[in-house]
């Protein structure tokens, strides 16, 4: 039995239980295109299994998702005649995810198609980047 969530839309469409615009699947993957896209062509790249963040994802399962992305990247590109694509992922309410079911979106890009990123800025201080890479580097070990 896979981790499902009753409430989940994703897991919804994972059962067949609402609609959506298939465009891949295998036995632990799915893709499909977004509702309400950033460019035609966006689309989501998820496992079936219902992990609310990739935080949660089980390692096993990141291999045959990256197969896929890359593999439905390719097709987006190729279908929209795409210059470049954007791999987006959000991770809890503050970073802007609306569906709690870990997903990926693919967005092809066009040259000049004048959508912004968001912007950067730099460290407060030297020592604040050096200080950061430290504490995120111990909680690595
Ligand atoms: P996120 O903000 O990363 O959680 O993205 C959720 C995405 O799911 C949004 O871009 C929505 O447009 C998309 N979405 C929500 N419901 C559906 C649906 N039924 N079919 C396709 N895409 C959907
Ligand atoms: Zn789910």
Redesign the pocket.
């Known amino acids: 039995m896979i981790p499902k969530d009753a409430d989940c ?1 994703f897991c919804k ?1 994972v059962d067949k239980a ?1 609609p ?1 615009a298939r465009v891949f699947e295998n036995e632990h993957c799915i893709a ?1 295109l ?3 896209p950033v460019h035609p062509g966006h689309a ?1 790249v998820m496992p079936k299994a219902h992990y609310p963040t990739l935080m949660d994802l089980p390692a096993e399962l990141g291999g045959e998702l990256t197969r896929v992305l890359s593999r439905v990247g390719r097709a987006v590109m190729e279908a929209t005649a795409a210059d470049g694509l954007n791999l987006m992922q ?1 991770n809890y309410e503050a970073a ?4 709690h079911h870990v ?1 990926f ?1 693919l967005i092809p890009r066009h040259s000049g198609d004048g959508l912004t990123l968001w912007p950067q800025s730099g460290y407060a201080n030297p020592d604040e980047m050096s200080n950061l890479a430290k504490t995120i580097a111990g909680l690595l070990e």
Request: glycine residues 6%.
């Open positions: 839309i469409i609402i959506c499909f977004d509702i309400a989501l959000n802007g995810q609306l569906v997903h979106h």
